[in-house]
C-alpha cells in the first residue's frame, strides 16, 4: 500500500509517496496542505534525508527508489543519478552519455517526467548554453537548488 506524507521545506510543501519497495515520488506543491504530524515508517529516512539535504548536511540520497515510467525514462532517470552535487550538465550531453544525441528532447521529455524531485537530481540539467530551461517546480526552485548546491555562495554585499 502507497503511504503518503507531506513535509514543509524551504521550497514549499514537499509531498513524499512510497512503499516497501521504495520510494516512488517526491513532488513540490503550490498550495497550502496540512503538515504530516506522524510520517509512515516506509517514509521516515526519505523525510531525514531530504531535511539533512536542506540544511547543507547532505550531498548524495541513499535510498531504495522505485519510479514509475517507461523504460527509455527509466534510463534518463538512472543516469541522472551519476549527476555530482554542485555539477550541471545540459541536455545535449545527457543525451550523448545516454548513446543518441538525436535523442535529445526525448531526454528533455524524460526529465520533465521525474517524479522523484532532488533525489533524481533533474535540477542538475540546463541549456546548452547555460540558461535554465524548464523544471516541473519552477525555475524559481531550479535556480534555488543550484545554488544550494553551488561551491560558490553569493555574498551580500550590505
Known amino acids: ?7 514543509s521545506t524551504p521550497l514549499g510543501i514537499t509531498k513524499l509517496e ?3 519497495n521504495g520510494l516512488q515520488s517526491i513532488t513540490v506543491l503550490d498550495n497550502e496542505e496540512e503538515i504530516t504530524e506522524i510520517i509512515p515508517e516506509v517514509l521516515e529516512d526519505a523525510v531525514y534525508q531530504l531535511k ?3 540544511e547543507g548536511k547532505r550531498k548524495d540520497f541513499n535510498l531504495d527508489l522505485n519510479p514509475q ?8 532517470w538512472r543516469a541522472l543519478l551519476e549527476l555530482p552535487y554542485g555539477k550541471t550538465t545540459s541536455y545535449l550531453e545527457l ?6 544525441v538525436k535523442a535529445i528532447r526525448a531526454v528533455a521529455a524524460a526529465n520533465g517526467k521525474n517524479p522523484l524531485w532532488i533525489v533524481i537530481p533533474c535540477h542538475r540539467v540546463i541549456g546548452s548554453d547555460g540558461s535554465l530551461t524548464g523544471y516541473a517546480g ?13 561551491p560558490v555562495k553569493q555574498q551580500s554585499l550590505f
Open 1 to 7: 500500500m502507497t503511504e503518503t506524507a507531506l513535509i
Open 18 to 20: 512510497g512503499d516497501e
Open 52 to 54: 539533512e539535504y536542506f
Open 69 to 76: 515510467g517507461t523504460e527509455f525514462q527509466q534510463r534518463v
Open 95 to 100: 543525451s550523448k552519455i545516454l548513446g543518441d
Open 138 to 150: 519552477g525555475l524559481h526552485r531550479k535556480k534555488w537548488l543550484l545554488e544550494h548546491e553551488s
